[in-house]
């Protein structure tokens, strides 16, 4: 699905060296490239502060703590996302209230959110799923009026520009109260291991986030809240510096992909390609088809006999997972959803594949739905 080695190779000079400066040093942990990384990255989104921490569903967490939800506080979010935001949500003893998402988008459904605010509701947590942001615009607003904290879960959009219908644009994660990233390898900023961040123009809860990834400690050995351990490593910050400059060229070349599998599969019977949303730029973290009468397994295993990769994001809708399993849920509660999980696949997507590659997996992918 993808090809991190070729996207190493092109950045190995600088990389290695960077990874060698820590070992030099021997500042595995809080060394200079992690405060380096993270001004670069402010810079980047345009935001007033970013907070590094271990992985994405960290980040997730610690907003959650941050903006002190307390147990049995309700948070909104979408039935069709990877498990992390639902997951940390239920850790934390609050209640997740999943809404189903819009058919073509994939993006959480506003009209829903809506419906399933109560006096326990306290945050909203948009998921800019695949790589587009979801109507911020219009959650922001939500949110504004029955006083609740938004959370953006961006892990799939980092870059990713969100317009406002006044023209004016913001990066994905830093229009919500906290933003929440990951630099998981595959991500479309990934390090070589696992890290995550947070982004809040807000100064007291960055003060706050930044708090409880360390401890809960404000001052060296004084610990004002409950805090946990989680920190990006100076080993991947020195990675992440060198990648975040070849970020807006990597979601170039993910779009090249993207046109690409577009132009093959855009008017087939059997083939709905994905839809761009007109409020965000795409960033492509997955391009991802809805199937229209196809055996999905069947195609999947003749592609993997031709030697091309295909994930189906995500194959159970949260609501039917065990984790979450609750008498509150029940199959054909989230029909979109539902039908989504039934039918997408994800094709190989990354930021190395060479015309060739992309002929032999639309031209493959072709051949065998008509076969
Ligand atoms: C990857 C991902 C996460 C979790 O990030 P980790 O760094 O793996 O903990 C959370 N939410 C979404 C939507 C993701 O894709």
């Given at each position: 699905m993808v090809d991190l080695r070729g996207q190493y190779e092109k950045i190995k000079t600088e990389v290695d060296q960077n990874i060698q400066e820590v070992l030099n040093t021997t500042a595995f942990i809080n060394g200079p490239a992690v405060k380096e990384f993270q001004a670069q990255l402010e810079i980047y989104l345009k935001v007033k502060h970013v907070i590094p921490c271990a992985n994405g569903t960290d980040a997730l967490q610690i907003a959650m703590m941050a903006l002190d939800l307390k147990p049995g506080d309700e948070v909104i979010t979408a039935d069709f996302t990877y498990v992390a935001t639902a997951e940390v949500i239920g850790l934390l003893g609050l209640t997740p209230v999943l809404v189903d998402v819009k058919p073509d988008t994939f993006e959480i459904d506003t009209d829903a959110i809506e419906r399933h605010i109560g006096p326990k509701t306290k945050a909203i947590v948009p998921v800019h799923l695949f790589g587009q942001c979801a109507n911020m615009e219009k959650i922001m607003a939500i949110a504004k009026k029955h006083n609740l904290y938004v959370i953006e879960d961006t892990a799939q959009a980092i870059g990713a520009d969100y317009t406002f219908s006044n023209g004016s644009t913001q990066k994905a994660g830093t229009i919500g109260h906290v933003g929440c990233t990951s630099f998981f390898?595959?991500?479309?900023?990934?390090?070589?291991g696992d890290g995550g961040a947070m982004y809040t123009n807000d100064d007291e809860l960055a003060k706050k986030l930044r708090m409880i990834a360390h401890?809960?400690?404000?001052?060296?050995?004084?610990?004002d809240v409950l805090g946990i351990n989680s920190r990006l490593d100076t080993i991947q910050a020195a990675v992440l510096k060198v990648k975040l400059k070849h970020l807006n060229e990597y979601a170039a070349a993910r779009n090249k992909v993207a046109a690409h599998y577009d132009r093959a599969f855009k008017n087939h019977a059997k083939l709905e390609i994905p839809v761009r949303s007109k409020q965000s730029t795409h960033v492509f973290h997955q391009y991802t088809l809805k199937l229209k009468g196809v055996n999905r397994e069947f195609l999947r295993e003749q592609l993997a006999e031709r030697g091309i990769a295909s994930m189906v994001y995500y194959p159970i809708p949260l609501h039917l997972q065990k984790a979450f399993a609750t008498d509150r849920y029940k199959p054909g509660d989230f029909p979109v959803t539902e039908q989504l999980c039934a039918t997408v696949l994800s094709l190989p997507m990354h930021t190395e594949m060479d015309e060739d590659t992309m002929n032999y997996i639309t031209t493959n992918v072709l051949e065998i739905l008509n076969k």
């Open positions: 390898p595959s991500k479309n900023l990934g390090c070589f401890h809960g400690q404000s001052v060296q050995y004084k610990h």
